[in-house]
């Protein structure tokens, strides 16, 4: 009897923590469709009336670009950022896991101590780098790293997962005629599914969240991602329709919510399997 009791205390406490959690989502919602009277004077959460305006109002934009087209340039901004990054972190992270070279510690060392550099400190270089690449302006400066694999994050994330991953496995891909290439393609990677998507779900989230690089490389409103689209209509209007940015920040969190339920099962399984080391 005692042990159902604590069960159903756990499961009362974990009821209301989560209803807190997820109170700003439902409050966002919500405020979507009321006024700013309302919004502002009333502590009430369902608005008084239901209407859409403010989404159709707010998807216009600023009148010369609207939300499709910040929408299209988020996504022209994330996928092969995301896309490249997982490429390029597999590619490296095989090579740290499964191969010996000369100053294999030293190298990763290295790799792992930029993981403690602070943003603020490499942002101005990197900004001077770009700018004699003529890249300012451009998605080159998030695309580019993630192609060459300067994300040390993800790289030991998956140097964690190939540990964990016996060498019996390449070794009897070898003796069946295999080569390195096909033991990545071919063995390992099917088995790496849940790192790829954690590593792929941090990523996406981490770009398409991304406000202050975009700001720092980003200067043409025809190029501004959601984040800086979503800044933007604070500053164009002189009163603030606040129904109306709540609406355009529910639309842009929105894929972020479906991607991490839809691949929530890789993603806890990721998390979980990249800190074990066979």
Avoid: H
Avoid at 89 to 94: L, Q, T
Avoid at 99 to 110: T, Y
Avoid at 180 to 202: E, Q
Wanted: hydrophobic share 55%; glycine share 4%; charged share 10%.
């Amino acid at each position: 009897m005692k042990k159902k009791f604590k069960i159903s205390l756990n499961y009362i406490f974990l009821i209301i923590l989560g209803i807190v959690m997820i109170y700003p989502l439902i409050f966002l919602f919500f405020a979507c469709f009321k006024t700013n009277e309302e919004i502002f004077g009333s502590i009430a959460l369902l608005p008084r009336t239901f209407s859409f305006n403010a989404f159709v109002n707010g998807w216009k934009g600023n009148g010369q670009f609207s939300f499709t087209n910040f929408y299209v340039n988020t996504i022209q901004l994330v996928v092969p950022t995301v896309a490249f990054t997982i490429l390029s972190s597999i590619v490296v992270a095989y090579g740290f896991a499964r191969f010996e070279f000369p100053f294999k510690k030293i190298l990763f060392s290295i790799m792992i101590s930029t993981l403690m550099l602070p943003n603020a400190i490499i942002i101005i270089p990197r900004y001077i780098m770009f700018k004699n690449f003529n890249w300012i302006n451009t998605y080159y400066p998030f695309i580019v790293p993630a192609l060459f694999a300067c994300y040390p994050f993800f790289i030991f994330m998956m140097v964690q997962f190939f540990r964990g991953l016996p060498r019996e496995l390449d070794e009897s891909a070898y003796l069946d005629g295999c080569n390195s290439f096909t033991v990545l393609i071919r063995i390992l990677l099917p088995l790496c599914k849940p790192a790829i998507f954690a590593a792929g779900i941090f990523q996406f989230i981490w770009t398409w969240n991304d406000f202050f690089n975009t700001l720092v490389y980003i200067n043409s409103v025809s190029k501004f991602p959601l984040s800086l689209a979503l800044k933007m209509s604070l500053d164009n209007q002189s009163q603030i329709s606040w129904n109306q940015i709540m609406a355009m920040a529910l639309a842009s969190i929105a894929p972020l919510i479906l991607l991490f339920f839809l691949a929530q099962k890789y993603f806890v399984e990721g998390i979980a399997t990249t800190g074990l080391k066979g």
